[in-house]
């Protein structure tokens, strides 16, 4: 029971540490990139298959800028025990993570809770780093703590990059300070155009929802008049 709530214990951290990344990335330049992670290193299980799940945010908007975000990752190893991992990441196409990890347990080793560092490289879909997992747990059910795990790690991941994750209308007019958009402000001359049936079934939030929506797709448009004198081309 103890080692499933440590487990669970984190899961849950590991979803906050990558949820809060997330929020920023559906309002920021960023990526967000799910795919598949093999890794081959010196634990009692040498070869471990999985998944893993990052985001980076860039905030200079520019991705090729440095970024920061958060990852999670799930591993098997030969069926015989499991490893969890979360944190923060730091980097773009080069860069370093530092986390937690927990391994359960197995016929050799009891649940470990483990910090986890690494250094990694990657290029489009694919990336490559050094994985070091350094146990901080004490033994428990008379069996030994997982030990130091130095593992390569290999990524096969999907980057999806967006000027607004989730959100994105496209790319929107730089110049040397980043992308120019345009303001808001209050009228009411497209109130006499409007056709009310079309909205007629929609609900006060999801009208609200819409209206935001619509006001984000105009603010991506370039203020060109503003930057006329300027001499700035589209």
Request: charge should be negative.
């Amino acid at each position: 029971m103890r080692r499933r709530l440590k487990l669970v214990a984190i899961e849950a951290v590991g979803a906050v540490a990558f949820l809060v990344p997330a929020q920023a990335l559906a309002r920021s330049e960023g990526s967000f990139n799910p795919g598949f992670l093999l890794s081959v290193g010196s634990g009692e299980c040498p070869v471990g298959v999985g998944t893993e799940i990052s985001g980076m945010v860039f905030p200079k908007g520019d991705p090729g800028s440095i970024g920061y975000g958060g990852f999670f990752q799930a591993q098997t190893y030969a069926g015989d025990y499991g490893r969890l991992a979360f944190g923060f990441q730091l980097g773009n196409v080069v860069g370093g993570e530092l986390g937690f990890a927990g391994l359960t347990r197995s016929d050799l080793h009891t649940s470990t809770f483990a910090l986890h560092t690494g250094v990694f490289a990657s290029a489009a879909v694919l990336g490559t780093g050094l994985r070091v997992t350094i146990p901080m747990s004490g033994s428990d059910h008379g069996l030994p703590a997982h030990g130091v795990e130095v593992s390569w790690v290999l990524t096969l991941k999907v980057p999806i990059y967006s000027g607004r994750v989730f959100n994105s209308f496209g790319r929107p007019l730089r110049d040397e300070q980043g992308p120019i958009t345009a303001a808001a402000r209050e009228a009411n001359g497209w109130a006499d155009i409007r056709d009310p049936a079309l909205v007629a079934h929609l609900s006060p939030r999801e009208r609200e929802e819409l209206a935001a929506l619509w006001v984000e797709a105009a603010l991506a448009e370039p203020e060109l008049e503003a930057r006329a004198e300027g001499g700035l081309v589209p």
